[in-house]
């Protein structure tokens, strides 16, 4: 990272070699929400309107381990900056340890509690009862996911995202084998259906944790950072991951919630509705491909000049990254409206859901534009330090998207294509508030770093 301070501007190729393998790990793990959802959809509706609620529910409380994550690649990514690589080990056993013992509690609380929150949230029996079976398998991923996570944060931190790369792939391709012979009962495996995605999705997570393992004792100098030492908690560095990650733990898990509440009022609407909605967001996610790539970059630069005291070349940085995120998101949007009955066909082959999905499709290819660079800005203003800021306007703007979802689907009655409309919404509070925030630190103190959110 410290060859680039010898540039004027950061050169786009290394923007790239930072960004691009994320895209091809997002576009990895895009593959596996893709799987499960084209399989499951394969079943009929209700399957694919159950995957929705359970996966969603899932990821809300795994967005804390990816909350956390950011926090370490933001703190790692400012200590390596700075010269201070020796505590780099430090902070990544002592997140290790927080995130291990966070995954205990949620399974525990999860296992015991997801049939009374399934039968309050859900108003079809079917479907909560689907979603229950799902989830009593795949809360087992935690274990896994909680240390996976803690691993993307050193290496995004230290600008190695080849190895997420490696990871994201291994674990595609397991759960592609197993989904296939889990969910249909292939390969003389049981067909069992939710329950065989769910496991699928485990084995992969586990699988994903042993190549992190096997590539960080094999290709890292562990004496460089001193990793693996699991020495006493100590209570400094528990506060600066804290500090840091706190915020950003509570945002990314609030921001999963307001999906899983905006699905939640989508079921209200019924299961045709909840169906093509899961279809949609298949589709999103695709479109998140280059935004997650040019996120990570923008934290990993932003915290990388931040530590290294040339806060005066972020305002060019973000200008740079801004216009590459809309470029990209455009090459995305282009084949699915070119062809989008062909890409809606791999999740169903039922016409009704095609039908509904097409509208909104087109829709949400415009408004990932807004999104997009929304959550550039997001992650320019976190890789500075300052995410209780951040955390506070992107829980303003979500309070708003929510309210509209519901006024739209439940005070208007309106069509799905109206709910998603606030879409829109989102990107465009997120784009005013960001910019008016950025501009407002800029006249303060020239992008100049706040001791108060420095970890």
């Known amino acids: 990272m410290q060859e680039i301070l010898q540039y004027k501007k950061i050169p786009i190729r290394k923007i790239l070699a930072v960004s691009a393998p994320i895209f091809f790990g997002s576009a990895v793990q895009t593959g596996i929400l893709i799987t499960d959802t084209a399989f499951l959809g394969h079943l009929g509706k209700l399957y694919l309107a159950a995957s929705a609620i359970a996966g969603l529910l899932y990821f809300v409380f795994a967005m804390l381990f990816w909350g956390f994550s950011t926090g370490l690649q933001i703190l790692v ?26 995954a205990i509690f949620l399974f525990v609380l999860l296992w015991f509690s997801m049939p009374a929150i399934l039968g309050v949230m859900v108003k079809e029996p079917e479907i909560a009862a689907e979603a229950l079976d799902y989830l009593r398998v795949r809360i087992f991923g935690y274990f896994f996911c909680s240390l996976n996570f803690s691993f993307r944060g050193f290496y995004l931190g230290i600008g190695r995202t080849k190895v997420i790369t490696f990871v994201t792939f291994s674990m595609l391709l397991v759960n592609v084998c197993f989904d296939y012979a889990l969910i249909f009962g292939e390969w003389g495996l049981p067909a069992l259906g939710m329950r065989g995605a769910a496991l699928a999705s485990v084995l992969a997570e586990a699988a994903g944790l042993f190549v992190f393992v096997f590539t960080t004792l094999r290709n890292v100098d562990r004496k460089h950072y001193w990793l693996f030492t699991y020495t006493a908690m100590r209570l400094r560095v528990a506060k600066d991951l804290l500090r840091t990650g706190l915020p950003l733990l509570v945002q990314s ?72 995120t809309c470029l990209s998101i455009l090459l995305v949007v282009i084949p ?49 330090g300052r995410t209780l800021q951040a955390f506070y306007m992107d829980l303003a ?23 998603w409309s606030a879409e829109f919404v989102y990107g465009g509070l997120l784009i005013t508030m960001l910019t008016l925030y950025l501009a407002h630190i800029r006249r303060r103190g020239g992008l100049q770093p706040s001791l108060k959110s420095i970890g």
Request: charged fraction near 10%.
């Open 253 to 324: 898990t609030v921001n999963f919630l307001a999906w899983f509440v905006f699905f939640l009022i989508i079921e209200k609407m019924g299961v045709l509705e909840l169906a093509v909605s899961n279809l949609i967001r298949s589709v999103l996610v695709a479109y998140f491909i280059p935004i997650n790539g040019f996120c990570a970059a923008t934290s990993t630069f932003v915290g990388f000049l931040y530590g290294s005291q040339h806060q005066e070349r972020i305002p060019d940085f973000i200008r740079r990254v801004l216009w590459m």
């Open 397 to 419: 703007v979500l309070l708003v998207y929510i309210a509209s979802v519901w006024f739209f689907a439940l005070g208007l009655k309106g069509s799905l294509l109206m709910v």
């Open 336 to 384: 699915v409206l070119i062809f989008p009955e062909a890409i809606l066909g791999i999740f169903s082959d039922e016409p009704d859901i095609i039908a509904a999905s097409l509208p909104i499709v087109y829709l949400v290819s415009i408004s990932i534009f807004g999104q997009g660079i929304g959550n550039i800005l997001f992650y320019s203003v976190m890789g500075m």
């Open 77 to 102: 990514a400012r200590r390596n900056g700075e010269g201070h690589n020796k505590e780099i080990g430090s902070l990544v056993s002592h997140a290790q340890v927080m995130m291990w013992g966070l």
